[in-house]
């Protein structure tokens, strides 16, 4: 079954810092999300990307966020300046191209990113 | 914020059903009802979702109201890989799917 892959599994990085976390979507897929999970918290949107540009961003989603669709394969977010609160587990999502009918995401397996 | 309410933890005896109910009186026509788990840190893990009916797949069933303001996800044979956090989300198509605090399941043997 196809499946959307992040890399890496795990991130440590002092605060300050810049951080790429990447993603491969599935590949017939045209919808690109990222997603937090602060320890103990809520599953939180960040950003949707559709036709290489941002379609909807949270509060959270501030300028120390970026996301880059650099090739035909790979989504990246990239956090400029770590901090301390930026320590969460990171989902990328991804869903099929049609605009109409229901939202169903596959999500990886996420990216655990601790910031010192 | 989440337009759903759920409990949230449940207990449910291995090979059991389990059946997880939602509230989400507000709901729009054009809204779906989308069923979502997280097994420990895992990413979440689309279940099931209906507009308007009653839908079956291999994981689940999932039986919304008549009115849609409420709606019961049916897993017919708990097993203790099951035990997880459920999500129940609204949304319409399209939109980003905001996930709430869900029910947290847990199967016993």
């Known amino acids: 079954e196809p499946e959307v892959t992040q890399t890496p599994s795990h991130q440590v990085t002092q605060m300050g810092q810049e951080v790429i976390l990447r993603c491969v979507p599935i590949?017939?897929?045209?919808?690109f999300y990222w997603y937090r999970q602060i320890l103990g918290q809520k599953v939180e949107f960040l950003v949707s990307?559709?036709?290489?540009?941002?379609?909807?961003k949270s509060e959270i989603f501030d300028d120390q966020f970026s996301v880059e669709r650099p090739d035909g394969s790979n989504f990246t977010l990239k956090i400029r300046s770590t901090k301390l609160e930026d320590s969460a587990m990171y989902f990328c999502?991804?869903?099929?191209?049609?605009?109409?009918?229901?939202?169903?995401?596959?999500f990886g397996a996420g990216s655990r990113l601790t910031v010192l | 914020d989440a337009k759903t309410t759920q409990p949230p933890s449940m207990d449910c005896a291995e090979g059991r059903a389990a059946n997880l109910p939602c509230n989400h009186s507000?709901?729009?026509?054009?809204?779906?009802v989308y069923w979502y788990r997280q097994i420990h840190s895992q990413g979440p893990q689309y279940i099931i979702h209906g507009l308007k009916n009653n839908e079956t797949n291999e994981m689940a069933s999932l039986i919304i109201t008549e009115d849609r303001k409420s709606s019961t996800l049916i897993l017919p044979h708990a097993t203790l890989r099951d035990t997880a956090v459920y999500y129940c989300?609204?949304?319409?198509?399209?939109?980003?799917?905001?996930f709430g605090g869900g029910t947290r399941l847990m199967v016993k043997p």
């Open positions: 989300i609204v949304g319409d198509a399209g939109n980003m799917l905001t």
């Open positions: 590949s017939n897929h045209l919808y």
């Open positions: 507000t709901i729009s026509g054009n809204e779906y």
């Open positions: 990307f559709y036709n290489n540009e941002i379609s909807e």
């Open positions: 999502a991804s869903r099929p191209g049609q605009r109409s009918g229901a939202n169903v995401l596959t």
